[in-house]
């Protein structure tokens, strides 16, 4: 399995999550991927490109098929396409090296510039996942339904998502991105220790960026909410919104 690459120009984007109820950003992730395509970056999404969990056929049939679309245009055009598979997605380790125009990794080590960036969705850094992996998968199911009748549950449930997480944040000293549990913060310093200059994680849903003690931290946010990219050229990294 190849899990290090080298990409003077990468974007990254995570948590699409086609197929989610909430999901209504069609026309614009396909302008985005048009964009970078003819920019001449590659391009790498790390984690919950689809979302099994909380999705019909009917919808991945709808939502799929035009990204996949841009991404073989990607390959045809001689530039690199990477998914890092997420907990929404990980019906796709079975087929880990088995798509033609796209790398399916665990997670990305990447060379740009000289910097050593690690790209990774970030799920097995999440204590409730890590701990309770049965109930969380039970309770994303139910809230696939709940938000499907109610769509505006989400933007409340990711309030008080933000304020629990801010406030274990303040008890750990610790500040990170806001909204995000602190063990994110922890994961990312732990990485760095290993000699790497850059953190990008997905999966919580709050997008930032932290400077810490060995290097920077960059989550990518989701596009259920708020849409960020981190664009990598020649190994400096910038966070920016879509």
Not at 19 to 34: E, K, M, S
Not at 119 to 143: N, Q, S
Not at 170 to 198: K, M, N, Q, T
């Amino acid at each position: 399995m190849r899990i290090a690459a080298r990409e003077d120009h990468l974007v990254v984007i995570s948590d699409i999550h086609l197929g989610h109820p909430c999901y209504r950003h069609g026309n614009r992730l396909t302008d985005f991927l048009r964009r970078y395509h003819d920019r001449g970056y590659s391009i790498c999404i790390n984690g919950d490109g689809l979302d099994i969990l909380q999705t019909s056929f009917l919808r991945i049939a709808r939502d799929v098929p035009p990204l996949l679309n841009l991404l073989r245009s990607y390959a045809d055009s001689g530039r690199n396409v990477y998914y890092v598979i997420g907990n929404h997605d990980l019906v796709l380790e079975h087929f880990m090296d088995d798509f033609r125009f796209m790398l399916i990794v665990p997670f990305l080590n990447l060379r740009s510039g000289d910097a050593r960036i690690r790209i990774e969705h970030g799920y097995i850094y999440d204590p409730f996942f890590v701990g309770k992996a049965e109930r969380y998968e039970l309770l994303t199911y139910v809230a696939g339904l709940v938000v499907k009748a109610f769509p505006p549950l989400y933007g409340g449930w990711m309030a008080m998502e933000r304020r629990r997480n801010n406030r274990l944040q303040r008890r750990a000293r610790a500040p990170g991105i806001d909204g995000e549990h602190p063990a994110l913060r922890r994961a990312a310093e732990r990485i760095l220790e290993r000699g790497f200059d850059a953190v990008v994680f997905g999966h919580t849903h709050f997008p930032g960026r932290v400077e810490l003690e060995r290097g920077s931290y960059l989550n990518t946010g989701s596009w259920l909410s708020r849409m960020y990219s981190v664009i990598i050229d020649q190994g400096a990294l910038s966070l920016e919104s879509i």
